[in-house]
T-cell receptor, first 114, second 112 residues
Framework: SAVISQKPSRDICQRGTSLTIQCQVD?????MFWYRQQPGQSLTLIAT?????????ESGFVIDKFPISRPNLTFSTLTVSNMSPEDSSIYLC???????????FGPGTRLLVL | QKEVEQDPGPLSVPEGAIVSLNCTYS??????FMWYRQYSRKGPELLMY????GNKEDGRFTAQVDKSSKYISLFIRDSQPSDSATYLC????????????FGSGTRLLVRP
């Protein structure tokens, strides 16, 4: 497995502002993913972030709203832009290790937008 | 219709009971199956991973996959209060897509 950390662990933000969430992994990984978990719901993939290429976004998510950076093999950021209360959610990063067909998750960032 | 269906619960059992958690799916392209445990205010923790029909055992946990019925289960033996959490099933296709599709999660409460 991998040790994955996220910053911040939680935040309360005002409508219209932006928040950048950081994800750090203790080993080099090719594939990193960002998920959203809305209250009482399951996980939904936002985008896949590969080092050295543009992030690939899932249907319903756009780069202008959720820009992602992947500067190296151990780090990624997700920005939630121009936030509204509907963006209140838990944001999780995950990684896929080597040839394993599964993913390991960070602790999540709990975001509340007022 | 959702691709993955999971009873949200909550499921309440006494300590020591055998717990059965289940998911059904509609897409026969799903070939890899996972169970995650998520404690309140924590990220999902991988419990079991399997890619073939049949049973896979790890301690008190057994994952069962029936691809012909498109049905997967997680059994927890001798359940403990520390097993109280939300259990999420997840699956992915056999092609190059890395996307995991999650069930909605089942809340489990094990009563002392």
């Amino acid at each position: 497995s991998a040790v994955i950390s996220q910053k911040p662990s939680r935040d309360i933000c005002q409508r219209g502002t932006s928040l950048t969430i950081q994800c750090q992994v203790d080993s080099q990984v090719t594939m990193m993913f960002w998920y959203r978990q809305q209250p009482g719901q399951s996980l939904t993939l936002i985008a896949t972030a590969n080092q050295g290429s543009e992030a690939t976004y899932e249907s319903g998510f756009v780069i202008d709203k959720f820009p992602i950076s992947r500067p190296n093999l151990t780090f990624s950021t997700l920005t939630v832009s121009n936030m509204s209360p509907e963006d209140s959610s838990i944001y999780l990063c995950s990684v896929e290790l080597g040839s394993q067909e599964t993913q390991y998750f960070g602790p999540g960032t709990r975001l509340l937008v007022l | 219709q959702k691709e993955v269906e999971q009873d949200p619960g909550p499921l309440s059992v006494p300590e020591g009971a055998i717990v059965s958690l289940n998911c059904t799916y509609s897409n026969s392209a799903f070939q890899y199956f996972m169970w995650y445990r998520q404690y309140s205010r924590k990220g999902p923790e991988l419990l079991m991973y399997t890619y073939s029909s049949g049973n896979k055992e790890d301690g008190r946990f057994t994952a069962q996959v029936d691809k012909s019925s498109k049905y997967i289960s997680l059994f927890i033996r001798d359940s403990q209060p520390s097993d109280s959490a939300t259990y999420l099933c997840a699956m992915r296709r056999v092609d190059s897509s890395y996307k995991l599709i999650f069930g909605s999660g089942t809340r489990l409460l094990v009563r002392p």
